[in-house]
C-alpha cells in the first residue's frame, strides 16, 4: 500500500492529437459516417423522464432517515444525476436539437442539469470546447491534473483518496489551470439552478436538496459509473491517449465509453458512435480498450506504474476564434 507511483512527470509528445488524422482517413474511405452526424431526436425525451424521475423522487425522499438518504443518493439518484452530466456532455455537441439550434441546446443543458443540484452545464461547455480542440494541451486542457495532484497523490492510499476527491479537483482545476471570465450563460445557469433548489427546499425541507447533492458528488468519486473519467485518456499502455470501452454500462452513459469514436467523430450523437465502431471496425478492433470501468479504478489504485501523471500532454498554440 506504500509503493510509491515510480512516474515522475507526464508523457510529453510532440505530434497533433491522433484523432484528426483518424477521422480524415475514415471519412476518406467510409463517406457514409456523414449520415451519422446530427440530432439525436430521442435524446430530449430521454432527458426529460430523467428529470421527472429525480424531481419524484425528491418528493419520496423527504420524510427518510439519513442514512437511506444517502444509500438512495449513492445506489439510484447519483447514477441518475452521473448519465445526465454525460447528457449534458453530449448536449454540449449540439446533438439535441442540432448546430441551428444552438441556443436551444444550451439552455436544455441548463434544464439537465436542475437535479445535478450544482450550476455546472454552462461552465462545462465552456471548457468542454478546449478540451477536444487541445487535446492534451498544456494549460488549455483542464482534463488533464495538476503537477501537484500528479506528485502527491502517488500511492494506492492517496490515489484512493484522490478518486473520492475528484469533484473537488473537477471543479477547482479549471479555476487554477485556465481561468475565463464569467459568462452570462454560467450566470443564468446559476440563477435557475439554486431558483430550483430552493424551491425544493421550501416544499420538502433539506433532505431532497442533499439527496441530489449527495448523489452527484459520490457517484462522480468512486462509484463504477465514475470509472470512465479515469478509462477515457490515462494511459494505460505507452502510446495510447485515448480509450474506449464497450461494456454494459455504456447503456446508462449515453455511450460515452465509445470514447475513441467521440474525439474522432464528435458530432455524432453518442446513440450512433456504435455504427462508427461497426462500418470502421480496422481502425478501432486492434486498439487497446477497456472492458470494465470497476477494474480500471482498481488497476488506477493497485498498479504503481498508474496513477494522474499518466496523462500525455502536448504544447498547443491557440486556434484563432472565428
Not at 459516417?33 to 439525436?40: A, E, N, V
Not at 425525451?45 to 423527504?62: D, E, H, N, P, R
Not at 476527491?165 to 479549471?174: A, D, K, N, T, V
Not at 433539506?206 to 478509462?231: D, E, R
Request: aromatic residues 18%; hydrophobic residues 45%.
Amino acid at each position: 500500500m506504500g509503493n510509491r507511483v515510480t512516474r515522475d512527470d507526464f508523457e510529453w509528445v510532440y505530434t497533433e492529437q491522433p484523432h484528426t488524422q483518424r477521422r480524415k482517413e475514415i471519412l476518406a474511405k467510409y463517406p457514409e459516417i456523414k449520415t451519422l452526424m446530427g440530432p439525436d431526436p430521442h435524446l430530449k425525451w430521454i432527458v426529460s423522464g430523467m428529470v421527472f424521475v429525480q424531481f419524484l423522487a425528491c418528493y419520496l425522499v423527504k420524510d427518510l432517515s439519513w442514512k437511506w438518504i444517502f444509500f438512495w443518493a449513492y445506489a439510484f439518484g447519483g447514477c441518475i444525476n452521473h448519465s445526465l452530466s454525460l447528457a449534458i456532455h453530449d448536449i454540449s455537441h449540439n446533438v439535441a436539437f442540432g448546430n441551428k439550434q444552438a441556443k436551444w441546446n444550451r439552455w436544455f443543458a441548463v434544464f439537465a442539469n436542475l437535479p445535478i443540484g450544482i450550476p455546472y452545464s454552462a461552465s462545462f461547455k465552456k471548457y468542454h470546447i478546449d478540451h477536444h480542440r487541445y487535446l492534451g494541451g498544456d494549460s488549455l486542457d483542464v482534463d488533464i491534473p495538476t503537477d501537484f495532484e500528479g506528485w502527491f497523490f502517488c500511492t494506492p492510499l492517496r490515489k484512493l483518496l484522490w478518486l473520492f476527491l475528484q469533484p473537488l479537483f473537477y471543479s477547482l482545476r479549471p479555476l487554477y489551470v485556465n481561468p475565463k471570465a464569467i459568462t452570462r450563460m454560467e450566470i443564468f445557469n446559476a440563477l435557475i439552478q439554486f431558483s430550483i433548489d430552493l424551491i425544493i427546499y421550501c416544499l420538502w425541507g433539506l433532505k431532497p436538496i442533499i439527496y441530489l447533492i449527495a448523489g452527484t458528488i459520490l457517484c462522480m468519486g468512486v462509484h463504477p459509473i465514475s470509472g470512465h473519467f479515469i478509462a477515457e485518456h490515462y494511459m494505460f499502455l505507452k502510446g495510447y491517449e485515448t480509450y474506449s470501452y464497450y461494456g454494459p454500462l455504456n447503456w446508462l452513459t449515453f455511450n460515452v465509453g465509445y470514447h475513441m469514436e467521440h474525439h474522432d467523430f464528435p458530432s455524432i450523437p453518442g446513440c450512433r458512435l456504435p455504427m462508427v465502431k461497426k462500418i470502421a471496425a480496422e481502425y478501432y478492433d486492434n486498439l487497446p480498450h477497456h472492458q470494465s470501468w470497476i477494474r480500471v479504478l482498481w488497476d488506477f489504485v493497485f498498479d504503481d506504474t498508474i496513477g494522474p501523471y499518466s496523462r500525455v500532454k502536448r504544447l498547443c498554440k491557440l486556434a484563432k476564434e472565428n
